[in-house]
C-alpha cells in the first residue's frame, strides 16, 4: 500500500510540473501584448505611452491561482494599498542616473526629484510566439534624454513558462549606445524591479498613506497588517528588511494572498555585470536588484563603477522571476543559478 501511494504521489508530482500552453495575444489598439498559460491570464506587457507611464512594463503578474503579486496603484487601486511611488508600476528595467538622466523617478506626478528625466518609449514588437510549453516577447525601446533624442536602443526578449503551480519569466536585455558614451553612475535608484501587492509587504507599524476602493488616499497613523505577510530572504540567509545593500545570486519573497501560499524568487544571471547583484529591495513592496551601484547600495564600503557602456557597444541584463504557488527550497533556486550560469 506505501508503494502503490508513493508511485501515486510521483506521478501527481510529474501531472503539477507537467508544463503548460502559453499563448501571446497582441492587441495594437490597447498598446499592451497579453500572456496567458492554460487560458490563464498571467501578464501583460504594456506600453501605453509617456502620457500614462514612462516605461513599458509587465503589469499585471499573476500566481498560478490567479491572484496578483503586483500593486494596484495607481493603474488599478485596490482598497488598502499604499499610495507612494507612482513610478513603481508591474516588472520594470531602468535606472536613475544615466548620461545624467532619472529615468527611475520619471512619472506623470514626480515630487520630490530635480530631474532631469530620461524617458522609455516602446518602438516595435519585433516577434510574438505561442507555444505549447513556452512563449517568447521580443520588444525594442528606445531610450530619450531629457530632449526626446535616444541615447540607448533596448532589445529585450521576454519568455514565459507555466506549470500548475508556477509561473516563469524569464528577461534578456540588452541596450546598446548610440553616437555618444554612455555613463550609468552609482545610484541605488536601478535596476530590475517588481512593485508588489500589499500581502507581500513586511508588516509595519509606520504611519503611511493608504487608498481606498475608489482610488482616494488616506493618512494612517496606526498600520492594518492584518494579511500582510511578505518575508525576504536571501542566498545568503539573510532576511527581512536586513537584505537592503546586502549582495546574493537571488531573492525569495515569500507570504499569503488570500489563502495562497505563495514565493516570488528574482534571480540573477552569473553572467550579469556586477555579480551576485545588490538588493535595493524594501519593506514597504519594493523588490529590486541593483548591479550598477557597488558604492552607494555598500554604504561605501565598495569602491564605485560609474559604468561605461561606449557609444555604438552593447550591454546585456538576464534575470528570472520564479512565481510558486507553495515553498520553493533554497536548492532548487541555487540550482537554477548554476543552470543559467552554463
Not at 493603474?75 to 532619472?102: C, F, I, K, S
Not at 507555444?131 to 521580443?138: A, F, I, N, W, Y
Not at 555585470?273 to 535595493?280: A, D, L, Q, V
Request: net charge positive; proline share 6%.
Amino acid at each position: 500500500m506505501k508503494k502503490l501511494t508513493f508511485a501515486f504521489c510521483l506521478l501527481a508530482f510529474g501531472a503539477m510540473a507537467q508544463k503548460q500552453s502559453v499563448q501571446l495575444i497582441n492587441n495594437t489598439a490597447q498598446k499592451r501584448v497579453d500572456v496567458t498559460i492554460d487560458g490563464k491570464p498571467f501578464t501583460s506587457y504594456i506600453y501605453p505611452g509617456p502620457d500614462v507611464l514612462k516605461k513599458p512594463v509587465l503589469y499585471p503578474i499573476r500566481t498560478a491561482g490567479g491572484n496578483f503579486i503586483t500593486r494596484g496603484w495607481p493603474m488599478d487601486p485596490r482598497p488598502g494599498e499604499r499610495v507612494d511611488h507612482p513610478h513603481h508600476v508591474g516588472m520594470w528595467l531602468n535606472y536613475g542616473d544615466v548620461n545624467g538622466h532619472d529615468f527611475w523617478n520619471n512619472s506623470n506626478d514626480v515630487k520630490g526629484h530635480g530631474g532631469p528625466f530620461g524617458t522609455i518609449v516602446h518602438t516595435a514588437i519585433k516577434s510574438l510566439k505561442s507555444g505549447k510549453d513556452v512563449g517568447e516577447l521580443v520588444v525594442t525601446a528606445d531610450w530619450l534624454d531629457k530632449d526626446g533624442k535616444p541615447m540607448l536602443q533596448e532589445t529585450t526578449t521576454f519568455v514565459f513558462r507555466g506549470t500548475a503551480k508556477d509561473r516563469t519569466i524569464d528577461r534578456t536585455t540588452t541596450l546598446k549606445a548610440l553616437d555618444k558614451d554612455v555613463t550609468f553612475k552609482d545610484n541605488k535608484e536601478g535596476m530590475v524591479a517588481i512593485r508588489l501587492a500589499r500581502q507581500l509587504e513586511h508588516p509595519s507599524n509606520k504611519p503611511e498613506v493608504f487608498t481606498d476602493a475608489s482610488g482616494v488616499a488616506t493618512k494612517v497613523s496606526q498600520m492594518d497588517n492584518t494579511g500582510v505577510t511578505g518575508k525576504y530572504k536571501s542566498s545568503e540567509g539573510i532576511e527581512g528588511e536586513k537584505v537592503w545593500g546586502t549582495r546574493a545570486k537571488w531573492m525569495n519573497l515569500t507570504g499569503v494572498i488570500n489563502g495562497e501560499t505563495v514565493s516570488v524568487a528574482l534571480i540573477d544571471n552569473p553572467k550579469n555585470i556586477g555579480y551576485p547583484t545588490y538588493w535595493h529591495s524594501r519593506g514597504y513592496g519594493l523588490y529590486a536588484a541593483n548591479p550598477l551601484a557597488p558604492s552607494i547600495m555598500s554604504e561605501g564600503k565598495d569602491k564605485p563603477m560609474n559604468y561605461v557602456l561606449p557609444a555604438g557597444k552593447s550591454v546585456t541584463f538576464k534575470y528570472e522571476v520564479l512565481i510558486t504557488s507553495g515553498a520553493v527550497s533554497d536548492e532548487v533556486l541555487s540550482q537554477k543559478v548554476n543552470q543559467l550560469a552554463n
